[in-house]
Antibody, heavy 123, light 108 residues
Framework: QITLKESGPTLVKPTQTLTLTCTFSGFSLSTSGVGVGWIRQPPGKALEWLAL???????RYSPSLKSRLTITKDTSKNQVVLTMTNMDPVDTATYYCAHRDDLNPDSCWFDPWGQGTLVTVSS | SYVLTQPPSVSVAPGKTARITCGGN??????VHWYQQKPGQAPVLVIY???DRPSGIPERFSGSNSGNTATLTISRVEAGDEADYYC???????????FGGGTKLTVL
């Protein structure tokens, strides 16, 4: 059974850096085709894809947020970390991490997802 | 960047068929995936690769994709199907994931 869980601060101040950790079980991030992605959802709004890290340490970022995002993995700890710099109130959202498993590099679907963690940006 | 367009809302009576569309430029050339999200819960994958169902997803959920439109079809709709539904693709040209704006399914 694959599970993922997000952890990190629930409140950050504007201009601060957000660091979120996704701790997972039931799969290895060293297996070909496997990846972990981050997706966020502002309250009452749609899902927004943020970043993806592959088993081979290849990384992809949302072009609109690329300058602010960094995704890393620690395979031995079964963790993926997302950092987002220069936080703003518009970044208030529930942040999800999710499992990806597909050898096709031109496709990416997420299953399952973590429960999500709400991050509020406010002074 | 690639844009996916979904109707904001779809309403259907119990027992009827709901169809939720996802429009995109030549989306038929991409693999489309669909998620169901109930209030206060994380999204759940209901269709991947246009029409494949993960284990545990009822056969009432099906998908198709051609031309500029992908469609999620829910047959014999039940009250428990009321949720937000999102389509998603991987845009290889920009190397990013893309979600549609979501469709709220209301069961009358």
């Amino acid at each position: 059974q694959i599970t993922l869980k997000e952890s990190g601060p629930t409140l950050v101040k504007p201009t601060q850096t957000l660091t979120l950790t996704c701790t997972f079980s039931g799969f290895s991030l060293s297996t070909s085709g496997v990846g972990v992605g981050w997706i966020r959802q502002p309250p009452g709004k749609a899902l927004e894809w943020l970043a993806l890290i592959y088993w081979n340490d290849d990384k992809r970022y949302s072009p609109s947020l690329k300058s602010r995002l960094t995704i890393t993995k620690d395979t031995s700890k079964n963790q993926v970390v997302l950092t987002m710099t220069n936080m703003d109130p518009v970044d208030t959202a529930t942040y999800y991490c999710a499992h990806r498993d597909d050898l096709n590099p031109d496709s990416c679907w997420f299953d399952p997802w973590g429960q999500g963690t709400l991050v509020t940006v406010s002074s | 960047s690639y844009v996916l367009t979904q109707p904001p809302s779809v309403s259907v009576a119990p027992g009827k068929t709901a169809r939720i569309t996802c429009g995109g430029n030549n989306i038929g050339s991409k693999s489309v995936h669909w998620y169901q999200q109930k209030p206060g819960q994380a999204p759940v994958l209901v269709i991947y690769y246009d029409s494949d169902r993960p284990s545990g997803i009822p056969e009432r959920f099906s998908g198709s994709n051609s031309g500029n439109t992908a469609t999620l079809t829910i047959s014999r709709v039940e009250a428990g199907d009321e949720a937000d539904y999102y389509c998603q693709v991987w845009d290889s040209s920009s190397d990013q994931g893309v979600f549609g704006g979501g469709t709220k399914l209301t069961v009358l």
